[in-house]
């Protein structure tokens, strides 16, 4: 997998540099009480969402420059394990990443793919938008254009948006009948344990936004015609269904936070700590990983000294 040009060092430094920028990031990222991004960010039982402050920023004590120092400090050493996860399937591992990316309208997750997904190899990302079902996935269950896009050996798939849509909008708006839409959390269940014990790492994140953040940023959008793009009339459709969606957030949250795909939620009124916390996130399970470059199978010295010779 070819590299980015500014990122060329060799192999050695790329060891070494991992360790520093490790460090780096520590030095810049000041933390609070909880072991790990982790441990401060995992809906664990009894979790309930309405007493998180979508403005709070666990695990994190420091301001908005730090937040963002600390997320540049921290790309050199995704980079170097994004590429070790490509190299590892190389040599014929299957280990796998698959973040997943929920949050209501304008909670950020575009910010989350361009300063963090896009901080590695595009080459070693896929990367797909779930938008409504076409006529040719909905004669197919739920999980069809889901299985369709995993990710391959080596790769970090993302899924803006998810299955997780099959219970929070078709809930909400009574697409399917409730006994049909209830029977996913436990198919959901069932497909990501299987996830995980092919060696794909599910990273379940919600982006946790308050309805006072939405409505400044929808009035954002409105205002500069440089974001009216971004704008969708159906948008404030949606926020009518405020309630009936963290009702539908707050159920996915207590019936698929499980042992092998727990799910993660990021307070996220402000972006850069989102961002940050989604990098963090990232990064501590690619570390879990216990990553390593494959050994050559020729003989180094050798291939060393026929090309000294040429």
């Not at 810049?28 to 009894?46: I, M, Q, V």
């Not at 308050?210 to 969708?232: M, V």
């Not at 539908?248 to 799910?263: F, G, I, K, N, V």
Request: proline letters at 5%.
């Amino acid at each position: 997998m070819g590299k980015k040009s500014k990122k060329s060092a060799g192999t050695k430094d790329k060891v070494k540099g991992k360790d520093k920028s490790r460090d780096k990031a520590k030095k810049a990222s000041p933390e609070t009480s909880a072991s790990s991004w982790t441990e401060a960010l995992r809906a664990k039982d009894g979790f309930v969402l309405a007493d998180l402050d979508p403005r709070a920023t666990p695990h994190f004590g420091g301001d908005k420059q730090e937040g963002k120092d600390a997320l540049a400090a921290a790309d050199e050493e995704l980079d170097t394990l994004q590429e070790q996860l490509y190299a590892e399937s190389k040599a014929g591992g299957r280990k796998r990443v698959l973040l997943v990316v929920q949050g209501m309208d304008t909670s950020g997750k575009g910010g989350i793919m361009r300063h963090v997904v896009g901080a590695v190899d595009p080459q070693g990302v896929e990367l797909t938008a779930f938008k409504a079902p076409t006529a040719e996935e909905k004669k197919h269950p739920f999980l069809w254009r889901i299985r369709k896009a995993l990710p391959g050996p080596g790769m970090i798939g993302v899924f803006d948006r998810s299955h997780y849509e099959d219970v929070l909008i078709v809930r909400v708006h009574d697409l399917v009948p409730p006994g049909q839409w209830k029977r996913r959390y436990a198919t959901i269940n069932a497909f990501e344990e299987k996830l995980a014990a092919d060696d794909v790492t599910v990273i379940k994140v919600m982006l946790h936004i308050s309805a006072e953040e939405q409505k400044e940023r929808l009035a954002e959008r409105l205002e500069r015609p440089d974001k009216h793009w971004k704008f969708n009339p159906g948008d404030l459709d949606e926020r009518a269904y405020w309630d009936d969606y963290q009702e539908a957030y707050q159920a996915l949250l207590e019936r698929c936070s499980t042992e092998h795909a727990p799910w993660f939620v990021v307070p996220a009124d402000r972006k850069w700590y989102a961002r940050l916390a989604v990098q963090q996130l990232l990064l501590e399970h690619l570390r879990g990983l216990d990553l390593a470059w494959p050994e050559a199978d020729f003989d180094v010295a050798e291939q060393q000294e026929r090309l000294a010779d040429l």
